[in-house]
């Protein structure tokens, strides 16, 4: 499975999170021939015999129409979602709704020139793939599967060729941690990538079998990548790691960096944006989460209108409201800016709306950032 958004375009239209989400991510499947250590799915070699079929997930994509404008973007995911026999036909399917479509496939044999070459075809805005190392014995040692390696690298090749951009979603463990540099040195020298996207382990599904980096360690590394982000010749986000945009405030204002010049950084466009705050999951089953790594079932698209969901449900109405939150997130003078990984704070207490233990920072302790 791959993780992390694949959006070409995050414009700020006028959007209220609580109602319109930025981002819909789509399980499509759970069929997956990978067996990564850290799969948040667990994914199988076979779909389940309950997802969505043809009809049900067209009348589920239909459903996203009620959100309005500024429509999300939908992110087709998995499992892999080229295992999915009706891929194509959903993808226009969505696109004849208006819907902009990005995809995260896994790195099988599915993965060809020719398949990439058809997804753009049909109108894929960008494609996501997964790299976990800089070579071949460090990123298939996670993804538990010989040749991966190569067919990403060959992948990011070919959408370099067709013109299609590409974000690299980066899992970043214990693991993965050294390696860190050596990867960024292979995606700035090896092809066009549009954005890289750290994606902070949390230990959900096959991932409780990783470490995560401590936050002395994390907070070490999210300062390297603000750094490496002002110069880097494509994007650089990170994902389940919202206290980045903390540290990014505090480095932003102690450069001297002007507020106007802070809303053009990429790090601005994800302010506010946190787990089922400006994004929302729908499983293979049509289950609705708050998002893929926040396990709290708040619906199904089959019986419920997942608009419906979004903006009244309980759950979600906390999710949206940062002074519903405890412990420091709720004390937090960035509260609104980051709000913490609520899917962290639920993985590691059971409360969604507590303390990310992720983040060191003491509220009130320094004056918080205006942008």
Known sequence: MVVASTTPNMSRMARDFSRNPMLVYWEMTQACGLACKHCRAEAMPNPHPL????????RFLKQLLGFGDPLPHLILTGGDPLSRKDIYPLIDYANGLGLEVS??????????????????????????????????????????????????????????R???????????????????????NLLRTS?????????????????????????EEGESIMRWVFDLSMHSPFQVKTTE???????????MHSSGMATPEMKATSVYKGFQIRDGHGIVFVSHLGDIYPSGFLPLHCGNVR????????????IFRGLHSPDQFHGNC???????ICGGSRARAYAHTGDALGTDPFCLYEPGSSAPGRA
């Open 51 to 58: 997802e969505l079929n043809t009809e049900q997930s067209e």
């Open 241 to 251: 790691a919202p206290s980045y945009r903390r540290i990014a405030i505090e480095k």
């Open 162 to 184: 067709l013109g299609l951009p590409i974000q690299v979603n980066t899992l970043v463990a214990e693991e993965t941690a050294d390696d860190l540099p050596a990867i960024y």
């Open 330 to 336: 709720g004390a937090c003078e960035y509260s609104h």
């Open 303 to 314: 019986t419920g209108s997942l608009v419906e969901v979004y903006r009244n449900s309980d």
């Open 191 to 215: 092809f066009p990538v549009m954005r890289w996207s750290l994606f902070f382990l949390i230990s959900v599904g096959r991932g409780k079998a990783l470490n995560e980096v401590t936050p």
């Open 103 to 160: 995809i995260t496939p896994s790195a099988t044999p599915e993965l060809t020139n020719d398949a990439i070459t058809k997804l753009k075809e049909h109108g894929i805005q960008s494609l996501g793939l997964s790299l976990d190392g800089s070579c071949a014995e460090k990123h298939d040692a996670i993804r538990a599967v010989p040749g991966t390696f190569e067919r990403t690298m060959e992948a990011a090749r070919h959408c370099g």
